[in-house]
């Protein structure tokens, strides 16, 4: 293994995520550490009928505040609660046959589904980059933040670890490098932010929203 990513797995998030794949050997999909209720893991926005941005929102069972996104499982009523939800969203109307079957299999761990997502992404982007998810590899718990990415990096045998660029306050150079890791970050993006699935199912003479 040499170049590996570790990243939350998010919820059709926009186009720059997926640099990520495109450039490394191997996706580790983060799902070991505490949900982040106001992330993108479980929700995105895009455009309503009027073309403002509405969150879009996957519907999980209850889950404790300190509870990791390993253990989210959708709720009981999430195919019927999310087919409901999609209905002010124009982009999600008639989709793809690939994507009216994903969302009528939101049941049981969100994980899964969330991997089986970014595939199907990755898939119409013509990226072919493994994924592996980071609660399989048996991390010590106590370990938090620069840490426990270095011991993923090392459990994996990586040489090289590549992070988005938001993570240049959070990682220290010296520390990767004690330990036999290059730490490399994505240039700044410079592309939209909307969900990939408006630059996936928007025709490309339409009018972009930005």
């Known amino acids: 293994m040499s170049r590996i990513a570790i990243m939350q797995p998010y919820f059709v998030p926009y186009a ?21 209720r106001r992330g993108y893991v479980h929700r995105n926005r895009l455009p309503d009928h009027k073309r403002q941005p509405q969150w879009l929102t996957l519907p999980l069972a209850p889950a404790d505040r300190q509870a990791t996104i390993q253990t989210l499982c959708f709720a009981e009523d999430a195919v019927s609660r999310l087919a409901t939800a999609r209905r002010k969203f124009p982009l999600l109307q008639n989709l793809p046959d690939e994507w009216e079957a994903l969302f009528a299999t939101v049941a049981g761990p969100l994980v899964p589904w969330l991997g089986r997502s970014l595939d199907l992404c990755c ?16 991390i010590a718990p106590q370990l938090r933040g620069q840490d426990r990415i270095i011991a993923i990096c090392k459990a994996l045998g990586a040489s090289s670890y590549l992070n988005a660029p938001g993570g240049q306050n959070l990682y220290a150079a010296e520390a990767f490098h004690k330990e036999g890791i290059e730490l490399r970050f994505l240039p700044p993006y410079e592309g939209s932010y909307w969900s990939i699935l408006f630059d996936l199912l928007t025709p490309p003479t339409s009018a972009r929203l930005g």
């Open 16 to 36: 720059g995520y997926f640099r990520l794949f495109a450039e490394t050997d191997l996706f580790v999909i983060y799902d070991c550490v505490q949900f982040p």
């Open 123 to 138: 898939r119409s982007l013509q990226i072919d980059c493994p994924t592996i998810r980071s609660s399989e590899l048996a």
